[in-house]
Nanobody, 117 residues
């Protein structure tokens, strides 16, 4: 399984951005797909995840500003981010977790999101 993230960029505080992640390869259910982020000097943290049955989970800091979704037909994962703040500046990475068994985790490269205040 390979993941390719895109859509990052520079946005002003209060703005919106949608990042995408194309998932290719042999995909088995059940699975969970997720967005993580890492800011300079901080540990990687979960932003949001969605399971193959559509259940969504968000980190507390999202506070209703972000929406995770996926196009299951095209195997594309999205993260719509609204009301961005400088604290959201980070490298965002997508991940695909096969729940198996066995449990397998696949990671895509990051896409940089920079929010100017």
């Amino acid at each position: 399984v390979q993941l390719q993230a895109s859509g990052g960029g520079l946005v002003q505080a209060g703005g919106s951005l949608r990042i995408s992640c194309v998932v290719t390869g042999s995909i088995r259910s059940p699975y969970i797909r997720a967005w993580y982020r890492r800011s300079p000097g901080k540990q990687r943290e979960l932003v949001a995840r969605i399971s193959n049955d559509g259940r969504e989970v968000y980190a507390e800091f999202v506070e209703g500003r972000f929406t995770i979704s996926e196009d299951t037909a095209k195997n594309v994962l999205f993260l719509q981010m609204n009301a961005l703040t400088a604290e959201d500046t980070a490298e965002y990475s997508c991940a695909h977790h096969e729940l198996g068994p066995p449990l397998r985790m696949y990671w895509g490269q990051g896409t940089q999101v920079t929010v100017s205040s």
